[in-house]
């Protein structure tokens, strides 16, 4: 069992004080038997200390083991599951002081009620296998909570970004275009960009943009088939590694290289970067005020400003993200974003956030997400323009959505366009704000007849409402509920 050194001391502390429970001894029979303080033992069953081989050899012998049992690395099966977790690089690679958690302090939650943990920790871990759960899909989710935590919101980049743009003399009323952000990148950086080769590299057909660094110097390597505006995000976010100084770097955009979750933060924080310079949010956020104060929804403004600020619906909605909360103080919103193959009625989920006590829409799995969403619902407009053979567009619509089982209500804005490079696939990006009293005082245009209502709910599996002409699953899930809960009524009534 390949194991990080510094768990060493917990996995015996947690096998010393295993052995001494199976052998009914108290700390004080230990120290007895042994010869060592009880303070002493107590410090090392907490993986704070790692005894001398003559303690080690006094232990075992007060215990009644040999030595290479006691200082052996396997577990017990019932601590199975916190070996597994120690085996894996999850606690040496997650940066815990970010969320608040002090290691020690973990390590001795783990050994203060090892087989209550282990019982946990192999729940987490058997979701974790049931729903295909890499190390790489468990750093993602540890991202995306980092970001919810902070409102998504972080004012010290915000601050490197504006700096960056006062050191490049980039007027206040200005925005940085493709071209400004290519010339940097190869006067300032001495960057060399070209195209990829897709028939000497056919398996970097989809990719975006890959850079190799070496002895002479670094390439940035640009999909043909990208846009200027994604381009200019690629060259934004390259920036941002260089001028955040961020040396544990992704090298592709496909996201299936990464080795740690200081890789996955690092790429949010330049690409964060990226977008705080070419959506500057001196501009961003006086927009954002005129278009909420309007008394009608007028969705090709919004599609206007995404052209003004040279950005893609995803990222200007991800740009919103940061600066809803901050500046007009509304806090409860999603973010998603959705694939679809045109003709197909099957929708992706492959992104997600929540800054949000609230949690809709959220991933399923082997469920069928609710058709009467706008973001599944714009993508089958979109197809249906791609295959009446018109000129494929960004379009917008904003749907005020009412879930059924709780009544809470979120405006849904969403963007629908074709995803650049990959043939016949679309993709929506959506951006929820529930709609509290405060928030609805903030958005003027609410009550225009042009906004549609629907009710809505999370899956069809769950879903109540029987006459839905959308519904293309049965209720499974929420008859198996009635079902469960009648049965425990039915046992009350026996008991009582």
Partial sequence: MAINQDNVRLVFGLKLKQLRLDKGMSLSDLSQKSGLSISYINEIEKGKKYPKSDKILALASAIDVDYDTLVSLKLSKRLEPISDLLSSNVLTELPLELFGIDPANLLEILSDAPTKISAFVGTLIEIARNYNMSIEKFYFSALRTYQEMHDNYFEDIELEAERFLTEH??????????????????????????????????????????????????????????????????????????????????????????????????????????????????????????????????????????????????????????????????????????????????????????????????????????????????????????????????????????????????????????????????????????????????????????????????TCERCSLFDCRERIAAPVILQKRHKNEELRKALKRMIN
């Fill in 169 to 458: 003399n980039v007027e206040a009323a200005r925005m940085l275009d493709e071209q400004q952000l290519e010339s940097i990148l190869k006067d300032q950086y001495h960057y060399t960009i070209e195209p990829i080769n897709e028939r000497a590299n056919p398996e970097f057909a989809t990719v975006r943009s890959l850079t190799i660094t070496n002895a002479n110097g670094t390439r940035l390597l640009i999909n043909a088939h990208l846009s200027s505006v994604q381009r200019a995000f690629i060259y934004g976010r390259e920036i941002g590694y260089l001028y955040l100084n961020l040396k544990n770097r992704l090298h592709t955009t496909a996201l299936v290289e990464a080795e740690s979750f200081e890789q996955l933060l690092n790429n949010f924080k330049a690409s964060y970067f990226g977008s705080a310079i070419i959506i500057k949010r001196s501009l961003l956020v006086p927009a954002i005020a005129d278009f909420f104060a309007q008394k009608t929804w007028q969705p090709e403004q919004l599609i206007q400003l995404i052209h003004d600020f040279n950005t893609t619906p995803e990222s200007f909605c991800y740009r919103l993200s940061n600066i809803l909360p901050r500046y007009f103080g509304i806090n409860q919103i999603f973010f998603s974003r959705f694939n679809n193959f045109v003709g197909q009625n099957i929708f992706h989920m492959t992104k997600e956030m929540h800054i949000s006590r609230k949690h809709y829409p959220h991933t399923v799995r082997d469920e069928h997400y609710c058709r009467r969403w706008v973001a599944l619902t714009i993508l089958n407009d979109l197809g249906d323009i791609i295959l009446a053979k018109q000129p494929p567009r960004i379009l917008c619509k904003a749907q005020k959505s009412t879930y059924i089982d709780t009544q809470d209500q979120y405006l849904v804005v969403s963007f629908a366009q074709p995803m650049s490079p990959a043939p016949n696939l679309n993709v929506s990006v959506s951006m929820g704000i529930y709609l509290d009293e405060q928030t609805r005082e903030k958005l003027a245009f609410l009550d225009d007849p042009a906004l549609t209502s629907r009710e809505v709910n999370q």
